[in-house]
């Protein structure tokens, strides 16, 4: 049947990375993808043209896609917006709720041919593949009750900031399951990231997680907490196959991992639900500074295009083309400015996207 493709370009540099995405998209679909594309407006784009960052046709055309292709949303312009629910981001935290996103992947690969960019030395970083599977719907960033409230203290009255850490046995249950059928087609090994010596809440984590280890004995799961997986992450990264962890501890993990590769130019992100419905993104944001001037890199979202074919439309040696293309980009020396040292040939947003397609052609 053919699949649905939603494409929304966002904000700022959001509308250039996606273009160069696209032009691989559609060199899939002559190549023998069967899908059909069509774009929609989301975040300050969807607030300047229906008054929401998430209009109404948008989230209709959400719900019947089988993959969402996301740039990125944000900007100063819409940074003084009073109403907070018509934020730019409110748009793609819409999204994730709507479509039950639970499942966020964020891959750290590091291109051999980019060993350098990294702040790491390079024997610590050359050859790091990490997958870190983030718990994307709940967790303390939605656990209720929270908010700011006078109460009464030891001096007084005073104001108190409350948040609450929540998890159900089902919602560790089903991140688990994505964790470890993930860690089965890789590395076979999986890290499951908790604060159990000090959160209940994190105790059952580690619970369910070692109930569903005896489902998967060809998967060897080990448990961290979050502070040592912090430090592990840049100590020696490569000692990591598959992490899971909660949304919290995600965001936190994720961002460091992101780094160890040297750019966030260069990384592809995906959320899914239990039907392998996904939206995939750049990890990066809407780089207001570097918008419109041919700076941005567009690998994150064509290898997000990657992810895409390989997770929710069932096309993995399209996916494997497209990363080997972009390895075979890399060879050539050609660099955007994010990732450009001496000795590399500087390419424009582009011209790195052509390359892309130069190189898929070939292959
Ligand atoms: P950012 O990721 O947009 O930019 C951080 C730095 O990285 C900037 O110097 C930028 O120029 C650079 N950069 C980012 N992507 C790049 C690329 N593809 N190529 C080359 N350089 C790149 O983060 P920020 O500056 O904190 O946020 C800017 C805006 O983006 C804000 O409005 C923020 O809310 C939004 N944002 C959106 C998302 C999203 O859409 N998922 C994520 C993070 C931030």
Redesign the pocket.
Known sequence: MTKKILILP?D??GPE?TAEAVKILDACRESGLDAEREEGLVGGAGYDAAGHPLPESTLAKAKAADAILLG????PKWDTLEDLSKRP?KG?LGLRKNLNLFANLRPALLYPQLAEASTLKPEVVSGLDIMIVRELTGGIYFGQPRGIEQRDGENGKERVGFNTYVYSESEIERIGRVAFEMARKRGKKLCSVDKANVLEVTILWREVMNRLAAEYPDVELSHMYVDNAAMQLVRAPKQFDVVVTGNMFGDILSDAAAMLTGS??MLPSASLNEKQQGMY??C???????AGQG???PL?TILSVAMMLRYSLGEPALADRIERAVGKVLDQGLR?A?IAYPGTRQVSTREMGDAVLAAFAES
């Open positions: 966002g700022g540099i990375i990125a949303v944000g900007g981001e793609l966030i130019g993104e750049p990066h944001g809407s780089a207001p500074d570097i700076l941005a890199n994150a955007t994010d």
